[in-house]
């Protein structure tokens, strides 16, 4: 099993512009979320999904839109990018959300936008 | 123990020794809590969990304890290791399904 894959790893963007982080799971979990992670903070939720056609929105929403038409993927979309969102992104998914059930993260995906 | 800020806090320890990685958590409710380890350009990883219901547990090298009166948790790692080095954080799980991330504490491993 790969586990959670994000794609890309490293992405420079400019202002205004738009993107989709991608992130995909091959554990069958129905629990995914996006995070941010900004120097000197801790994991900051963006939006989750709890299964397939629901999605809903996290701690810090704006600027970023998704959509989880399948159990397996969960993108991530930069509608119109800011230097605000220079960040590192991190995909994660759980079983459930049950308590023990433990959230797994890909491997981030760096995003600096000029 | 956590901070808000631009700087984590570190924590310094010799090879060998014990370390001890605090955090303080938020809501009282909360009856879930995750440890994870990052290693630098690297995802969070599972170091071990605990449940409101106990006050400890153990795994392999490392310890869980949590003080629901301070609502305070501590992650105990022995005979540190250098590939322990990496940024360690608490994770607990309040009200709804989301769990809330502390800022983290790094911990260097001096040889």
């Known amino acids: 099993n790969a586990g959670v894959t994000q794609t890309p790893k490293f992405q420079v963007l400019k202002t205004g512009q738009s993107m989709t982080l991608q992130c995909a799971q091959d554990m069958n979990h129905e629990y995914m979320s996006w995070y941010r992670q900004d120097p000197g903070m801790g994991l900051r939720l963006i939006h989750y999904s709890v299964g397939a056609g629901i999605t809903d929105q996290g701690e810090v929403p704006n600027g970023y839109n998704v959509s989880r038409s399948t159990t397996e993927d969960f993108p991530l979309r930069l509608l119109s990018a800011a230097p605000s969102q220079t960040s590192v992104y991190f995909c994660?998914?759980?079983?459930?959300?049950?308590?023990?059930?433990?959230?797994?993260f890909g491997e981030g995906s760096w995003l600096t936008v000029v | 123990g956590e901070s808000v800020g631009l700087h984590l806090p570190t924590l310094s320890v010799q090879e060998g020794d014990n370390s001890i990685i605090n955090c303080a958590y938020s809501n009282s409710a909360s009856d879930y809590f995750i440890w994870y380890k990052q290693e630098s350009g690297k995802g969070p990883q599972f170091i071990i969990d605990?449940?409101?219901?106990?006050d400890k547990r153990q795994g392999q090298r490392v310890t869980v304890l949590l003080n629901k009166t301070v609502k305070h948790l501590s992650l105990q790692i022995a005979a540190t290791q250098p590939g322990d080095s990496a940024v360690y954080f608490c994770a607990e799980r309040g009200n709804g399904q989301n769990f809330v991330f502390g800022p983290g504490t790094r911990l260097s491993v001096l040889p």
């Open positions: 994660a998914s759980r079983y459930g959300t049950d308590t023990g059930n433990t959230i797994y």
């Open positions: 605990i449940r409101s219901n106990m």
